[in-house]
């Protein structure tokens, strides 16, 4: 077994936001003094995934809502746009990179889904070209970056699940 660590690059950086790491921080930074917090942290959000051009202050009103002091794991959950699935899909790799610093992704609890059989296995190619999670890598990171060395993240991309899978799928997560 390899020891080599595997990384997604933030292939949409330079194009749906921009891949400048101290830009792209004073923009969300922007966007985040923009946004209110609610009395209570959250427990889950919704957010936008499209360019930041479109939803970068939207985005902002949910990522405001998470309290890095008490967050541990972050399960992103993203749509295919890409590729057909009638199950989730877990990523090949260890590691996402953002323009202000790398994610890791919890091989412990990866490990624990792979072996419900319920998921398939994104190829690397596959996991670049799709937008839907990588465009709260960033986010992400800006609202953990206060405890940035402890927190991973849980990607799963979904795909078109039928409503008895999306009952499963439920229960699972």
Same mark, same amino acid.
Request: proline share 5%; aromatic share 10%.
């Given at each position: ?6 990384c997604r690059e933030?292939?949409h950086a330079?194009?749906?936001?921009t891949?400048?790491? $101290?830009?792209l921080?004073a923009? %969300?930074?922007?966007? %985040?003094s923009?946004?209110q917090? !609610?009395?209570?942290p959250?427990?889950?959000?919704i957010?936008p995934?499209?360019?930041y @051009?479109y939803?970068?202050s939207c985005?902002?009103?949910a990522?405001?809502?998470? +309290? $890095?002091?008490? @967050?541990?794991?972050i /399960?992103?959950l993203g $749509?295919s746009?890409?590729?057909?699935l009638?199950r989730?899909?877990?990523?090949s790799?260890d590691i996402?990179r @953002? $323009? %202000?610093?790398? =994610?890791r992704?919890d ?6 889904l792979?072996k !419900?059989g319920? /998921?398939?296995?994104?190829s690397l190619? !596959?996991?670049? +070209?799709?937008h839907s999670?990588e465009?709260? %890598?960033p986010? !992400? ?5 206060s405890?940035?060395d402890?927190f991973t993240i849980?990607?799963? =991309? ?7 899978k999306?009952?499963?799928?439920g229960?699972l997560?």
């Open positions: 077994m390899s020891n080599r660590v595997v933030a292939s330079g194009s749906w936001y891949a400048s790491g $101290p830009q921080n923009q %969300l930074e922007g966007w %985040l923009q946004a917090s !609610t009395k209570r959250a427990r889950a959000i957010a995934h499209a360019g @051009t939803c970068g985005a902002a009103h990522y405001k809502q998470v +309290d $890095p002091s008490i @967050t541990r794991r /399960f992103i $749509p746009h890409h590729v057909p009638s989730c899909a877990l990523s790799v996402y @953002t $323009p %202000l610093y790398d =994610l992704i091989q412990k609890i990866y490990g624990e792979w !419900t319920m /998921f398939e296995r994104m190619q !596959t996991d670049e +070209d799709e999670i465009m709260h %890598l986010y !992400t990171a800006k609202a953990m970056e405890h940035k402890e849980i990607p799963v =991309l979904v795909g078109a699940l039928s409503e008895s999306e009952q499963e799928f229960k997560f």
